[in-house]
């Protein structure tokens, strides 16, 4: 007999979560300080500013270097980003609200969540496909954010209505295209695809994979298809994916990181 998904047994599952969360994120940080191969693995950061060539005699882009991406540090922030959430979710005091929220059917600590983590996400995958810019990877960090918190406004506008609003779900859509536009263009416009490492690749597809399953489960949530009809159900299935998207992209980056020269 199936069991069914209950707000006290919500709470034992977000503690499990936050956990292996934790776990996760603290064997990246170890290895990203201790394993010379992920400590070393470093993506560049440029800015791209105006300045008059004296010599041409007009304004033209100057690229400068502005840093590096510590990978394996900030794989492990999203690990962590996500066990916070989880424990503040599940703790006494906040997990009153959180079900409260939930008998709503909206959820804002995913939102806020998930605007933080799965934006270091994106900017990362973009990064591995030659986005430098500093504007641009910000921006395409603020484009994905915004995605999620349309996520947030579409469950809040739509608390107890009769007939669902959608126009929140089509914004996010929208804005959640940009990130994955400017990573098409940089994928595939590499003349030889050949060059860019297959754990890049295999980090892209599988993100964009679950990325994907989001909002087909906030669909199917205010489709009520199945046991979607239950907010729970859908609540507990953000959290699978979370999780399973987190855990992939982390040790994709890890195993790929590791393979010989």
Known sequence: MRKD?????????????????????TLMLVFSLTVDK???????????FLTFDTNLMRLVTEPKEAGTLPFGILVSSFLFLSALAHFVIAAPGTNRVYNENILRGMNPFRW??????SSVMIVLIANLFGVFAVDTLIAIFLLNAS????????EKVNQGAAKTSWSSFVFGSIAGLGPWIVVALNAFGN?????????????????????????????LQYKKVGRWSNYLYGERAYIVLSLVAKSVLAWLVFAGVMQPQ
């Open 191 to 219: 003349s030889d695809l050949g060059e860019i490492p297959w754990f890049v690749f295999a980090i892209t597809f599988s993100y964009f994979f679950f990325f994907n399953l989001f909002p087909v489960n906030m669909f």
């Open 147 to 154: 995605m999620n918190l349309f996520g947030y406004a579409m």
């Open 112 to 117: 806020y969540e998930y605007a933080l983590s």
């Open 38 to 48: 992920i400590k070393d693995f470093r993506t560049p950061l440029r800015t791209y």
């Open 5 to 25: 998904i209950t707000l006290p047994s919500l709470r034992r599952f977000n503690w499990l979560m936050g956990a292996l969360h934790l776990i996760q994120g």
